[in-house]
């Protein structure tokens, strides 16, 4: 089972605590976007095998949103954090190349 830890009140949490928000740090298209770059965003995203960031909501706990870093392919999670950062944190990023020295934020 999946379990995060909630940046804001450090819990950690089973995913039947959790809600699921989707894919993080996704460029959102607006009025005015061209018809190309919103149905990139809608449809055209990859759906990677390994390291991937997602969206969270502490739902049975503080009730807040926040991102987690995590392999789509074993459940190991290398961290959570604010979903008000732009990218991810400097510790999530050395937590990840530990594990997977090859893997890099494209």
Not at 8 to 30: D, V
Not at 64 to 89: D, H, M, N
Request: charged share 20%; proline share 7%.
């Amino acid at each position: 089972m999946l379990t995060l830890t909630c940046p804001y009140c450090g819990i950690a949490a089973c995913e039947t605590e959790l809600a699921p928000g989707g894919e993080a740090h996704l460029k959102r298209f607006g009025p005015g976007s061209s018809d190309d770059d919103f149905e990139g965003y809608l449809f055209l995203r990859p759906n990677v095998k390994g390291v991937h960031f997602e969206r969270w909501r502490h739902a049975m706990g503080c009730g807040k949103w926040f991102l987690a870093a995590r392999c789509t392919a074993t459940l190991e999670v290398f961290g959570t954090y604010s979903a008000q950062t732009p990218e991810p944190t400097a510790e999530i990023i050395a937590a990840i190349r530990a594990k997977r020295p090859d893997w890099s934020l494209t």
